[in-house]
């Protein structure tokens, strides 16, 4: 369903241009988020990983999720939109119980 006015003095070929544009800027929009939001996680991880003492069992615990989520970020352009959509929907939720559990 267009929403978009007809007597607004654009062509057709503007609209399509216009909603081609946008649809752009919504796609480009939705990878920052993702982007975001797994980088903000990693970097959780990488500060958790700092603090922890060298080789204990914690700093290798942190270690491991941090190397983790450096592949996500990598990889997370080729996961399938619904992954995509689910990493938007929990990441941030992980994020703050992460910074929640350790005073961060």
Not at 17 to 41: F, I, M, P, S
Not at 72 to 96: F, G, M, N
């Amino acid at each position: 369903m267009n929403v978009e006015p007809e007597d607004d003095g654009r062509t057709p070929r503007q609209r399509d241009r216009d909603r081609k544009y946008w649809a752009h800027v919504a796609r480009v929009q939705r990878r920052e988020r993702l982007d975001g939001c797994v980088t903000n996680v990693r970097l959780i991880y990488q500060s958790l990983r700092h603090r922890a003492e060298r080789g204990s069992e914690q700093w290798n615990e942190f270690d491991r999720l941090w190397r983790y989520h450096s592949e996500v970020e990598k990889t997370v352009s080729l996961l399938s939109p619904a992954e995509q959509d689910q990493i938007l929907e929990e990441y941030p939720k992980l994020a703050a119980q992460i910074k929640a559990e350790y005073g961060l």
